[in-house]
């Protein structure tokens, strides 16, 4: 079974400037989520979607921050503009369970961004 | 709101000798709680889960953990380290009254195993 992919792996920008990840989920995992992990830190959830409705997006700082999950699939992560603390791993994952009351939930390796 | 407090930043033990990693927790309602493994430069993967099931969990690779509510605790133990073991671990909570619930991880505590 394939695993949650996410590209890129790596990118490194300069502050002010724009980039996005893209995350394709497990086949049939309803609901998606996008984590951002800090170096040091556990991960925190920036948004979840429910097949292609938001369940939960009250911590994406949304002046720059915005995502989307348009045929509630695969899902795009944007960034614009970067900041210098943006710099970190941003995580997608999914699971077949909505309400995360198993927390099985399925990483993909993350996309680790480097804002100078 | 939930939170977890996971004691030991760090933990450094010897292959074959016992790990053990500290998790705390604080919840509002009866709480599930987990534990992931990161691998460097992998996803996170479920090692086990709590969910009101019983008090002891045993998960994979040999790891197993102890819900103890009077403690609020769920520390994660291995009697005996492997190589292959080390690694970030993180302890996550969910709970709530609500259909969608979220999970809330640790700092994360770093194991190193030495030969």
């Known amino acids: 079974e394939a695993g949650v992919a996410q590209s890129p792996r790596y990118k490194i920008i300069e502050k002010r400037q724009s980039v996005a990840f893209w995350c394709n989920p497990i086949?049939?995992?309803?609901?998606l989520y996008w984590y951002q992990q800090i170096l040091g830190q556990g991960p925190k959830l920036l948004i979840q979607f429910q097949n292609n409705g938001v369940v939960d997006d009250s911590q994406l700082p949304k002046d720059r921050f915005s995502a989307e999950r348009l045929k509630g699939v695969d899902s795009t992560l944007k960034i614009q503009p970067a900041k210098l603390e943006d710099s970190a791993v941003y995580l997608c994952?999914?699971?077949?369970?909505?309400?995360?009351?198993?927390?099985?939930?399925?990483f993909g390796e993350g996309s680790r961004l480097t804002v100078l | 709101a939930q939170s977890v407090t996971q004691l030991d930043s760090h933990v450094s033990v010897s292959e074959g000798t016992p790990v053990l990693l500290r998790c705390n927790y604080s919840s509002s309602y009866s709480p599930s709680l987990f534990w992931y493994v990161q691998h460097p430069n992998k996803g996170l993967q479920l090692l086990l889960k709590y969910t009101s099931a019983a008090t002891l969990v045993k998960g994979i690779n040999g790891f197993e953990a102890e819900f103890k509510k009077s403690e609020t605790s769920f520390h994660l133990t291995k009697p005996s380290a492997h190589m292959s073991d080390a690694a970030e671990y993180f302890c996550v909570v969910t709970g709530g009254n609500t259909g969608f619930q979220k999970l809330v991880f640790g700092t994360g505590t770093r194991l190193l195993v030495s030969p």
């Open positions: 994952a999914s699971s077949l369970d909505p309400g995360a009351n198993t927390g099985e939930l399925f």
């Open positions: 086949s049939g995992h309803a609901t």
